[in-house]
Structures are given as C-alpha cells and as structure tokens.
C-alpha cells in the first residue's frame, strides 16, 4: 500500500545535539515532498520542501533535508538543536494530495 | 499576506446541535482542504475544493457537509455528530491542487462534542 513512514515516534535531545530524524515513502512516480513542523498550540508551519533539482534542500531554521530517490528516504537533519525545536515533525509527500506520515514528536531538554 | 484564518478557535457542541467551521485566505489560492486531527496523530484529508468545486471526499460522514461559497472561504457544515468526531479541524490552502504547491494551513478549530 501507498504510505509514508516516520521510524521514530518520539526522540529525545539534549541542546547541542545533531537531529535525524527519518522519512520513507512508497509511492512511485514522481512526487513532491515537504516536511512540516507544528509548535505546540501552533498551527501546521512548512520547514523545507523538494520538487526536483538539489536533492540537498535547506529550510528554516536551521533545518536541512536529503532526498535520496534510490532509497525513498527524505531524511530531516538539523546539526545543533535548541529548545526551542521542541515540537511535531511531520513528512508528507504529495502524489496528488498531501499525505502525512505519522509524526515524530522531538523533545529538547535545556 | 499568507495566512489562513478559521473560526471559530474552539466549539462545544451537543450531538443534536448544527454549527458551522469558517476558513477564509486572502492569498488567491484557488485549493482548499478540511482536515481532521485527532491528538497526537497525523492530519488526515477530508475533503478537497478544487476552483470551487469539491473534487475530493475521503469516505466522510454525511454528518459534516463542506461548502466553498467563493474562492476566499470555505464553510464545514456540522450536524449530529458523535463524541468520537471531537478533534481539531485544519483547512488548509494551496495556490491549485496539483502539486508541487505547498499547502498553507490555518491554527485550526478545536471541536468539542459532548
């Protein structure tokens, strides 16, 4: 079946680390994918997204992903976390309507 | 501007009571979406405006009815609904519906029902 996969369900940090936080999809063809992040009490906020071109794409904050098509893997990386990354990550990949993975909820610890 | 605007932020509502969720963007986007969210869980596609006209519809209950009035607002009609529909309710935008539009999403409605 069609999905999209998050392996971690929830990753905790300490300020300072390195963040990875990973995406797998199975659908074929081409597709567009996006990682979204959601504060909490904040609405859904658009960190990167990846249409074609630089399979190395560069968001807010900070964030960076890496779209390795052999793979199906669209990998969040962050390289030093702040507090303030607490929040709900979210990859979704857009075949023709945008379909969510399940989320990883990141926790840093000050 | 890229903002989208719903209201109200919270509903209470009884299972026997009609309201009414309101989203509205100013950004010229011509896609609109329902989600619904329930608590720690990822948004899950309800229904799809495509230039006004609703193009998708996920197997949704009859008990919520979508409306597009015009290519700024989009209406969700609620009517007898259940406790197990409490959960916040997300539309979102998009500059059209194919991609690779990214969506713009509103904070969404936080529907009660008791």
């Known amino acids: 079946a069609q999905s999209v996969s998050q392996h971690n369900h929830h990753v905790i940090l300490s300020e300072a680390a390195s963040l990875e936080l990973g995406c797998n999809y199975s659908?074929?063809?081409?597709?567009?994918l996006f990682w979204y992040v959601q504060y909490p009490g904040q609405h859904l906020q658009l960190l990167l997204k990846?249409?074609?071109?630089?399979?190395l794409v560069k968001g807010i904050k900070g964030f960076e992903a890496e779209f390795i098509k052999s793979k199906f893997s669209f990998n969040l990386r962050k390289p030093s976390v702040q507090w303030s990354d607490t929040a709900e990550y979210f990859c979704a990949v857009n075949p023709n309507d945008m379909r969510f993975g399940a989320g990883t909820r990141l926790t840093v610890k000050p | 501007d890229t903002e989208v605007t719903q209201t109200p932020k919270h509903l209470v509502m009884g299972m026997t009571n009609k309201k009414s969720l309101k989203c509205e963007q100013h950004m010229g986007h011509r896609a609109m979406y329902w989600y619904k969210q329930k608590a720690k869980k990822p948004p899950e596609l309800m229904f799809v405006?495509?230039?006004?006209?609703?193009?998708i519809n996920e197997s949704v209950p009859s008990r919520f009815s979508p409306e597009c009035p015009n290519s700024s607002l989009l209406n969700l009609h609620l009517h007898a609904l259940q406790p197990e529909d409490s959960a916040l309710y997300l539309c979102?935008?998009?500059?059209?519906?194919?991609?690779?539009?990214?969506?713009?999403f509103g904070p969404g409605t936080r529907l009660t029902v008791t």
């Open positions: 990846y249409f074609s071109g630089d399979p």
């Open positions: 659908y074929g063809g081409t597709v567009n």
């Open positions: 405006y495509s230039y006004e006209k609703l193009s």
């Open positions: 979102a935008s998009s500059q059209v519906r194919d991609s690779p539009y990214e969506q713009y």
